[in-house]
């Protein structure tokens, strides 16, 4: 009896050390999964932030690109602000100039008719026809450098968007829709007719020419 008291006795002190090892393990454990738990908040918080963060760059990218686009538009509004002022501007320039040059055409005519009219073997007259001639060569010549050019369509084909037909002729020497002789001159300026030539145009005669006669 006293045997098994012994034993007894003798199992307590390792039971105490079981149970003393299990209460380590359980601090161990527990250290373990508060370890776990923090880092797992850590883990959630760094990942909060770098969806934070990821929001305001996504953000930041979107405002920048808006932007940008307002910049570029801005700068196309601008430029074709630009082109169009720049266009009134050459139009109005190219308006008035039609008018000045419209203004002189009759200046031209005069000239070209005094020199017609004039008597080239008169040795009285022959000095004053020089003078006038060189004077509308010298107006010519000036108003050609703002882009007057004239239209003298003598022997070629009529064409309606230059000429202005003032009458018609049969003409057996001349093909059908020829402009025979030109009454007046018309004029382009930049390209842009100013006033038609005034002309006489052929067309087939209506009976064959009599070669016998």
Same mark, same amino acid.
Request: hydrophobic share 35%; proline share 4%.
């Given at each position: 009896?006293?045997?098994?008291?012994?034993?007894?006795n003798?199992?307590?002190?390792?039971?105490?050390?079981?149970s003393?090892?299990?209460?380590?393990?359980?601090?161990?454990?527990?250290?373990?999964?508060?370890?776990?738990n923090?880092?797992q908040?850590?883990?959630?918080?760094?990942?909060q932030?770098?969806?934070?963060?990821?929001?305001?760059?996504?953000? #930041?990218?979107?405002?920048?690109?808006?932007?940008?686009?307002?910049?570029?538009?801005?700068?196309?509004?601008m430029?074709?602000?630009?082109?169009?002022?720049?266009?009134?501007?050459?139009? #109005?320039?190219?308006?008035?100039?039609?008018?000045?040059? =419209?203004?002189?055409?009759?200046?031209?005519?005069?000239?070209?008719? #005094?020199?017609? #009219?004039?008597? =080239?073997?008169?040795?009285?007259?022959?000095?004053?026809?020089?003078?006038?001639?060189?004077?509308?060569?010298?107006?010519?010549?000036?108003?050609?450098?703002?882009?007057?050019?004239?239209?003298?369509?003598? =022997?070629?084909?009529?064409n309606?968007?230059?000429?202005?037909?003032?009458?018609m002729?049969?003409?057996?020497?001349?093909?059908?829709?020829?402009?025979?002789?030109?009454?007046?001159?018309?004029?382009?300026?930049?390209?842009?007719?100013?006033?038609?030539?005034?002309?006489?145009?052929?067309?087939?005669?209506?009976?064959?020419?009599?070669?016998?006669?």
């Amino acid at each position: 009896m006293s045997e098994e008291r012994d034993v007894h006795n003798e199992k307590k002190p390792q039971d105490a050390d079981v149970s003393q090892a299990e209460d380590v393990t359980q601090e161990f454990e527990s250290a373990d999964e508060q370890s776990e738990n923090e880092n797992q908040q850590d883990v959630s918080e760094t990942q909060q932030t770098i969806y934070a963060l990821e929001n305001a760059l996504s953000e #930041a990218q979107t405002q920048l690109k808006e932007q940008q686009e307002g910049v570029l538009r801005a700068r196309a509004d601008m430029e074709n602000a630009r082109r169009r002022a720049e266009a009134e501007v050459e139009k #109005a320039r190219k308006f008035a100039l039609e008018r000045f040059a =419209g203004e002189l055409l009759p200046v031209i005519d005069n000239l070209e008719r #005094a020199l017609l #009219a004039g008597d =080239g073997e008169n040795d009285a007259v022959k000095p004053l026809l020089e003078g006038v001639d060189m004077t509308l060569k010298s107006f010519v010549s000036t108003i050609e450098k703002f882009g007057l050019t004239p239209v003298d369509p003598q =022997g070629e084909t009529f064409n309606p968007e230059l000429h202005q037909a003032m009458s018609m002729q049969e003409s057996a020497d001349h093909e059908p829709n020829t402009v025979m002789a030109v009454m007046q001159k018309g004029y382009q300026i930049n390209g842009r007719l100013l006033r038609p030539a005034m002309v006489m145009v052929s067309r087939a005669p209506e009976s064959g020419v009599d070669t016998q006669a």
